[in-house]
């Protein structure tokens, strides 16, 4: 297997749309990418939580035995929780590769994460509001404290691995990179303005584009991290429980996640040529709940018509978010333009704006009514273990799933069913970066 290098800026790896790369490519990318790190070196794993369906339960056992020959002294682990609640030790340990009671040599601590504790966090710069103004296009213009987790304070790690998958996302556009840092292992302040700035931008313009506000945001956000960072970003899909990588390049985050987002594009957005009047989204079982299961909205929302409706079926959803479920129940889901009337009115959204962009983000997009009423562009049923009275709090309409049939929409033209909804982006079309 080839090995692509670009001097300029360190990065290594190999990935095409039609690749499916074995365990020992794998090896031999991050055998280079991992090649440079010093003998003695400190080294932080930075992982994705369990909403993220990733490989780096096959990366990390096979970057561990590399990291055992450059003889470094320590490896920990950091999850990037952002603002999700921790998991639990078994999945900590499936998520590395390392179920039950497996070993992982050399490997010290897995630390959660905690994005609400200023006690855990440490302050490494700040982004100027003239910085922040001219990076959102004068979408934000106040200064941003960089806080972050207290691992990453000056002198603790010398290396810092980000491991990662690359997909169309809601903020940043598409994931990875630099997103694992901000607001992956992040405080609120950043947590808080990229989302925002997310919803700000709308998700029409951001979703599925590399070269977005929110992205450039966290990646000048990015440059105070105090140690080396070796972004490894992967393009993973699954098809029937198979997990398939097609792509891994690793080095510069911002070369990696660049390189990952041009195989991504081919393999996580499908075009239909047509928009439809109902979408049926049979929400992949990854999504527990609508915090991360909102996922089905925002990647299918382009492809619904005006008036249209969206029917998310997902028996095995419980509830609306574990974390922000009391503020989302508060103030329900709303287009944007509603969304902004609300955090201008209500301290409480003003401090958490994430939550807010989380609205705007679900409802997806609204249609102006004749009397000039904002209203969503489409109608949201949630078919699920969420309880009618819920819904309604939250502005969705409710569908016992015990009614749903499959086969009561499967021969109208005028509806689309996708499966493991929320995966992948649906265009009608492809557009210009």
């Known amino acids: 297997m080839s090995i692509v290098s670009v001097p300029a800026a360190f990065i290594t790896g190999n990935g095409h749309p039609d690749f499916d790369l074995a365990p020992a490519d794998l090896r031999d990318i991050l055998s280079e990418a991992l090649s440079s790190i010093s003998p003695r ?14 490989n780096t339960d096959i990366l990390f056992p096979l970057a561990v035995p590399i990291l055992a020959e450059r003889k470094i002294a320590k490896l920990d682990a950091l999850v990037a929780q952002g603002t999700h609640a921790p998991m639990s030790d078994e999945d900590k340990r499936a998520k590395i590769g390392a179920p039950g009671t497996t070993q992982v040599p050399g490997l010290a601590r897995i630390f959660d994460h905690d994005w609400a504790d200023p006690q855990k966090l440490v302050t490494i710069g700040v982004l100027t509001a003239a910085r922040v103004n001219e990076l959102t296009a004068g979408l934000v213009n106040q200064p941003i404290n960089l806080t972050v987790n207290q691992l990453l304070a000056p002198g603790l790690y010398d290396t810092i691995l980000v491991f990662g998958t690359t997909a169309p996302h809601e903020v940043a556009g598409f994931s990875g990179g630099a997103k694992y840092f901000f607001p992956g292992v992040a405080g609120p302040e950043l947590t808080h303005a990229t989302h925002w700035l997310g919803a700000l931008a709308t998700i029409e313009k951001v979703i599925g584009r590399v070269e977005t506000p929110t992205r450039h945001l966290f990646e000048a956000a990015a440059d105070f991290v105090p140690a ?128 807010a962009a989380h609205l705007a983000h679900v409802s997806f997009a609204g249609r102006r009514l004749a ?33 749903f049939r499959r086969e009561n929409y499967e021969d109208d033209p005028d509806t689309l069913i996708v499966e493991q909804a929320g995966r992948d982006l649906y265009l009608v079309e492809p557009r210009a970066e």
């Open 41 to 54: 070196s400190s080294v932080l794993a930075i992982v994705a939580d369990k909403t993220r369906d990733d």
């Open 228 to 355: 080396r960072v070796i972004s490894l970003s992967s393009v993973v899909t699954r098809d029937h429980g198979r997990l398939r990588t097609h792509a891994l390049f690793c080095g510069d985050f911002r070369q990696a996640v660049r390189k990952a987002a041009d195989v991504s594009r081919h393999v996580h957005i499908k075009y239909t040529g047509r928009k439809y009047k109902r979408v049926v989204a049979l929400l992949d079982t990854h999504y527990t709940d609508l915090w991360v299961g909102g996922k089905a909205s925002y990647r299918l929302g382009p492809v619904i018509e005006e008036q249209g409706a969206l029917i998310i079926y997902a028996p095995h959803l419980t509830t609306i978010s574990e974390t922000h479920g009391a503020l989302i129940k508060r103030y329900g889901y709303a287009p944007l333009e509603r969304v902004r009337e609300l955090v201008a009115q209500s301290a409480e959204l003003q401090q958490n704006l994430c939550v």
């Open 371 to 403: 009397d000039g009423k904002i209203v969503p562009r489409y109608s949201i049923t949630l078919a699920s273990a969420v309880d009618a009275h819920t819904c309604r709090q939250v502005n969705l309409q409710y569908m016992d799933p015990r009614t």
